[in-house]
């Protein structure tokens, strides 16, 4: 296909919506604030971007996926609201986008530095622990098990396991699950009857991990897949709060491949079941109750649906104030304190990076334990301060991640993204000191 020689905001509004992106995250994969997407597509040929994002846009398009582009030329035809695309060039008094909302140089060597970074940002994405063995296991395991599990022996395990992803030690996490796979079914199997749905509930969590591990690596298709047999592990258990459980890792891979409507549908659907079937009469039922919730606003967050991701914060407030404490209960994480770390990402979703920042403020650290989460915040106020323009200060958050979790900040393409975007938008020593610091932290840029 033939390159956009100058793009406008109706070209960047139907490369969005070829990309099947919200205006949120197609801000976020671009390094923008909100607003500048949203001007591009209410303002159409009539505005045109910087040259910095003339850039970015240019190598978005480049490393889209071939059904992508074929949509993104089909949009240009028939118009990003359905009617017929505009055939007159730009004109030459268009609005100019200012971009006052970045901070960043113009001039074809500016143009030139961003293209490369961004180039080099896109093939560094990929690095990290390798998933295939994790894979094979999973859909094509090779050998059977060298030992037979006992359904107590599978419980310590699979407990073990759970507690180094909640430390971010990935890599053993890969390794004991390419183990623990071969296992699971055979200890299911040879249980006892009274044993059956304990083993049951077992492999929801060990699928349930392998989901989560899966999206922190960037592979959302296959998280799926995993996330659909741990549904199916619950649904053999009959306990509903196993269910519940499993409706959550489904309701974050649904909401990662791009499925926000029937993610917020399941998380809602499901919390709903929990709370008739249990009427949340135990600790386990008020903690996924309320962790189910908010993976739901986040998945409303995504679609821009405001009122709804506000309205779940609301209910998981209510939870945690129900169940009194901040714990760990059912691997939740639950609590006062997790309510709060999901408003600073979910204002963070919503474009509200300023907030974000001010939300983040009052999080009281001693109170996270799970260096998952603790590491999480630090990456999302790197993500507010480089939405808001403040390199350093992004720079110094995701130096404070890295020294919570390393493997957190080397593995997840997320994060990389967020060093990537960095190393974009810096200028001067805050942009050496970017490099320097994702050299020595194993971040590829």
């Avoid at 959550?248 to 008739?276: E, K």
Wanted: hydrophobic letters at 45%; a neutral charge; proline letters at 4%.
């Amino acid at each position: 296909m033939a390159p956009v020689t100058t793009w406008t905001g109706r070209e960047a509004t139907a490369l969005r919506q070829a990309l099947r992106m919200s205006v949120t995250a197609f801000a976020e994969h671009l390094g923008v604030a909100r607003r500048t997407v949203a001007k591009w597509s209410s303002q159409g040929d009539t505005v045109l971007p910087r040259a910095d994002m003339q850039a970015a846009l240019d190598t978005v398009l480049t490393r889209a996926t071939s059904d992508a582009r074929a949509r993104f030329e089909a949009l240009l035809v028939t118009g990003t609201n359905g009617a017929p695309g505009s055939t007159t060039p730009a004109r030459t008094g268009s609005d100019t986008d200012t971009g006052k909302d970045r901070h960043s140089g113009s001039g074809s060597d500016g143009d030139v530095r961003r293209r490369d970074l961004l180039r080099a940002t896109a093939a560094g994405v990929a690095a990290g622990p390798a998933v295939s063995p994790l894979l094979d296991a999973l859909v094509s395991p090779r050998h059977p098990p060298k030992t037979v599990l006992s359904v107590h022996q599978l419980s310590r395990a699979v407990a073990a396991v759970k507690r180094d992803y909640q430390a971010c030690r990935y890599a053993r996490v890969l390794d004991d699950l390419v183990t623990l796979l071969p296992a699971l079914e055979p200890a299911r199997a040879n249980a006892e009857d009274e044993q059956r749905a304990q083993a049951d509930v077992l492999a929801t969590d060990l699928y349930h991990v392998v989901g989560s591990v899966l999206l922190k690596m960037g592979d959302r298709g296959m998280a799926l897949v995993a996330a659909e047999r741990s549904t199916r592990a619950a649904t053999a258990s009959q306990d509903p709060v196993a269910i519940a459980a499993s409706a959550r890792i489904m309701t974050h891979a649904l909401m990662s491949n791009g499925h926000d409507d029937q993610a917020v549908t399941l998380a809602g659907h499901a919390a709903g079941v929990l709370d008739r079937d249990t009427r949340l009469d135990s600790t386990d039922a008020v903690a996924v109750y309320g962790a189910l919730v908010l993976r739901g606003a986040v998945a409303a967050a995504c679609k821009d649906d405001r009122d709804t991701a506000h309205a779940m914060l609301d209910e998981a407030t209510r939870a945690a104030a129900r169940l009194g404490y901040d714990g760990n209960d059912r691997w939740t994480g639950f609590g006062a304190t997790n309510v709060l770390l999901h408003r600073v990402n979910i204002a963070l979703a919503l474009g509200d990076a300023g907030t974000a920042i001010s939300l983040a403020r009052t999080v009281p650290l001693d109170k996270i334990t799970l260096a998952e989460r603790r590491a999480s915040l630090y990456v999302d106020v790197a993500r507010a301060y480089t939405q808001w323009g403040r390199h350093e200060q992004g720079l110094d958050a995701l130096r404070t991640a890295y020294d919570v979790a390393p493997e957190e900040i080397r593995c997840r393409p997320a994060v990389q993204r967020i060093a990537g975007d960095l190393a974009l938008l810096a200028k001067g020593q805050v942009r050496r000191a970017v490099v320097d610091f994702a050299q020595t932290a194993g971040i590829p840029l």
